[in-house]
């Protein structure tokens, strides 16, 4: 029997162990210095905004862990000594390893700003980040946050839901417009915009300014000088690899720590999983660190399975990812870059309203269907992955599209909207033939 050893307790970490206990008797035991138990890190913002408590965001009971023989230890693991197989622990205490799993998560991008250290400062990626904004908020009159994308949107949301002035600084013209195509990123940017949250588009942070007693005070705008008072500075700029850490220990590491399709890294018996991990073996039109939920589950599946002895390759499977800006639940599903590529076509509808927009690209050549953007729809997730992956043609896609719709019953559906765009765009006449309908759904999937 083996003692298998996982730094971190996020869904990778928990996914891993989990796995192993399924396939194995091996010792396990997973460290983590944030939390005892395994939280959702992606409801950070729903305790901030009420609407969960922490305790609510555990996926497990406290008496799982016991019950399934995975060892929970509270400690930061400073060392590694990968020959000598030993942890070195910041309680003083020591650890070996047969196998280690390294899962150890992201950590706010921090650029080197004049003030990112003053108090009153801090990213959204730990529940210790979020106790931050919680001592900060009473009487808050206003957050600045620094950066766009998901996160920075989550931050404004938070603050915003306590009625706390947000203005959000983004160095792109339009929202998120490295990720989102043109129109949904201008949806989304009028969206933060309705809601008052006073977005700044094309500036970065120059300074954070020290009100004198080692706290922020203000910020100032790169580009035109401005001065912004505010009371909790917010910087979401991305995050990257926790794993300065690890820089002079031997393990290869490029943003991430490296690892192969069987999520090993250089050194023996030991993987890197999830936000840290760097692959080597990218498959096209992927990105080498994906920092995201799904990833993290699925690289927890596959090196259960190596460090069992069960050796298989990580498959990423389709690209998919949702997320919710403010009012406007997102999904995509599939090839969506924000810049259309040659090889595809796309065609777009957007409801009047600008809250709502289906997407769907095909290719060039032989029309078969690449991928979805859904804003403010919900469209089922089975349904849109095996159109993709059976490289169905975009007409019969169009025709049956209300097999993928996931409103609920009585909300309108938008289907015959983009297929009139389709046939303006490519002078057809198609209809459509399929509408919601939950056994048509059953007997699609199961042909
Ligand atoms: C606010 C927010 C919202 C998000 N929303 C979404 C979303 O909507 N959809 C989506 O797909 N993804 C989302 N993500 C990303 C997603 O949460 C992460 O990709 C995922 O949680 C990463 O999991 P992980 O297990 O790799 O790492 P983590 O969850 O970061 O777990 C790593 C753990 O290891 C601990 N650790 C690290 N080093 C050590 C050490 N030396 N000793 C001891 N412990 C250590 C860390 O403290 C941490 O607890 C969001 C992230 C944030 C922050």
Same mark, same amino acid.
């Given at each position: 029997m083996s003692n298998i050893v996982i730094i971190g307790n996020g869904v990778a970490g928990i996914s891993a162990a989990r796995w192993i206990r399924k396939l194995s008797d091996h010792s396990i035991t997973v460290i983590s210095s944030e939390t005892d138990h395994f939280f959702s890190r992606t409801a950070l913002m729903y305790i901030y905004m009420g609407h969960m408590r922490y305790e609510d965001t555990?996926? *497990?009971? #406290?008496?799982f862990w016991k019950k399934n023989r995975i060892d929970l230890v509270n400690d930061h693991v400073n060392g590694i000594g990968f020959e000598s197989k030993q942890l070195t622990l910041r309680s003083g205490k020591t650890m070996g390893y047969d196998k280690l799993i390294l899962a150890l998560g992201s950590k706010s991008n921090m650029f $080197?700003?004049?003030?990112?250290?003053?108090? $009153?400062v801090g990213g959204l990626y730990s529940l210790q980040d979020l106790e931050q904004m919680e001592k900060f908020?009473?009487?808050?009159?206003r957050a600045v946050i620094c950066g766009g994308g998901l996160i920075g949107i989550e931050m404004a949301e938070m603050f915003h839901s306590r009625h706390i002035p947000v203005t959000m600084l983004v %160095?792109?013209?339009? *929202?998120w417009s490295n990720v989102l195509p043109p129109e949904e990123s201008q949806m989304i940017t009028r969206h933060i915009k309705d809601n008052h949250i006073d977005l700044r588009l094309g500036v970065n942070l120059g300074e954070i300014k020290d009100d $004198?007693?080692?706290?922020?005070k203000s910020v100032v705008v790169k580009e035109t000088g401005e001065e912004i008072p505010c009371g909790y500075v917010g910087l979401t700029a991305g995050v990257s690899p926790n794993v300065g850490w690890l820089k002079e220990s031997g393990l290869e590491i490029g943003r991430g720590i490296k690892v192969n399709k069987h999520l090993?890294?250089?050194?023996?018996?030991v993987y890197a999983i999830g936000d840290c991990a760097e692959q080597t073996d990218v498959q096209p039109g %992927?990105?080498? @660190?994906?920092? @995201?939920w799904y990833t993290g589950r699925m690289m927890g599946e596959t090196v259960a399975y190596n460090a069992v002895g069960k050796k298989i390759a990580y498959d990423p499977g389709l690209w998919f990812n949702s997320a919710k800006f403010i009012d406007i639940e997102y999904q995509v599903y599939g090839e969506l870059p924000a810049t259309l590529p040659e090889h595809l076509k796309t065609i777009f509808w957007e409801h009047v309203d600008g809250d709502k927009s289906i997407r769907i690209n095909y290719h060039?050549? #032989? *029309?078969?269907v690449k991928g979805f953007n859904l804003f403010g729809i919900r469209y089922r997730h089975e349904v849109c992955k095996k159109w993709i992956l059976d490289k169905t043609h975009i007409e019969e896609v169009l025709q049956n599209l209300g097999l993928a719709n996931f409103d609920p019953e009585f909300y309108e559906e938008f289907e015959s909207n983009i297929i009139r765009v389709y046939n303006q765009k490519e002078s057809k006449n198609i209809g459509l033939k399929t509408k919601r309908g939950l056994s048509k759904v059953f007997s699609f999937l199961n042909r």
């Open positions: 555990k996926p *497990y009971e #406290d008496w $080197g700003w004049p003030g990112q250290d003053l108090d $009153g908020s009473p009487d808050l009159k %160095r792109e013209e339009s *929202y $004198g007693t080692g706290k922020a090993e890294t250089n050194m023996p018996d %992927r990105r080498a @660190i994906e920092a @995201i060039v050549d #032989d *029309y078969t």
